[in-house]
């Protein structure tokens, strides 16, 4: 069973259920819904069914409507009328600007890498060890997974919590995007070894040279990512429209 089938997905929310307390809000609920999208585990067109996830998270109707809303600020999810809520399905402009995006906040982080604290540099390291043990073992679906993790530790290394706050809406857009991709080994394997190259420069104190590192890193991703949706959104992705 796959990681982003439905009822993976919905066992995975009644893990959740834990984190929901008395004095949680929807903004909590929206949180756990976004790590979901996150982790590849809600696809582009999935839609969110209020009886099953409110069930799962043990939630009502309204605070789980109130995250969506949240959702929808942040263009994770849309609306449909008389049909319900569903993940967003991204087009090629919104990958063109969330990289723009990327680009501004992560080169701007590895420049503030020389001050950055030891904690922000072990969260780098942690998501290449996870992303490369993923890769050893043959598990895609989680190297991605990693994948966001480093880049959010990147945004880690300006140490602000608003910059975090914005890289991790923008992560969890950019992973809608991932599912075009068909073959997510041929696409996320190569970028493993930049992330090492990435880290080893930054411990280096080689920021300038890791700051034009980075930059190509997301221009060439962007690259891949504009060409496949040049080629079609997979099947996979087009049924859930």
């Not at 307390?21 to 982790?39: G, W, Y």
């Not at 904690?119 to 998501?127: P, S, T």
């Not at 930049?194 to 300038?208: A, K, P």
Request: aromatic letters at 4%; one cysteine or more.
């Amino acid at each position: 069973m796959k990681d982003n089938d439905p009822v993976t997905w919905l066992a995975k929310l009644q893990d959740d259920r834990s984190l929901i307390t008395r004095a949680s809000t929807a903004q909590r609920v929206a949180e756990i819904l976004r790590a979901r999208i996150t982790e590849g585990a809600l696809l582009p067109g999935t839609r969110l069914s209020e009886e099953m996830i409110g069930a799962a998270l043990g939630v009502s109707r309204n605070t789980l409507r109130e995250s969506f809303r949240l959702l929808m600020h942040e263009r994770l999810v849309v609306h449909e009328l008389n049909r319900g809520v569903f993940v967003r399905v991204l087009d090629v402009q919104d990958v063109v600007d969330i990289y723009r995006v990327r680009r501004v906040l992560e080169c701007a982080a590895v420049g503030n890498a020389r001050t950055s604290s030891a904690e922000a540099m072990d969260a780098l390291e942690a998501a290449l060890v996870e992303g490369e043990q993923a890769a050893a073992e043959q598990r895609w679906f989680d190297v991605g997974t990693a994948n966001m993790q480093f880049h959010q530790a990147i945004a880690g290394l300006a140490g602000s919590p608003r910059i975090e706050e914005i890289m991790r809406q923008a992560l969890a857009e950019i992973r809608l995007a991932f599912h075009v991709m068909a073959a997510p080994q041929t696409f996320h394997q190569p970028y493993l070894e930049r992330h090492r190259e990435l880290l080893e420069l930054i411990r280096g104190g080689e920021v300038e040279r890791a700051h034009t590192v980075l930059d190509d890193y997301l221009r060439t991703a962007e690259r891949q990512l504009v060409d496949a949706y040049a080629d079609g959104v997979p099947e996979s992705v087009a049924a859930r429209r």
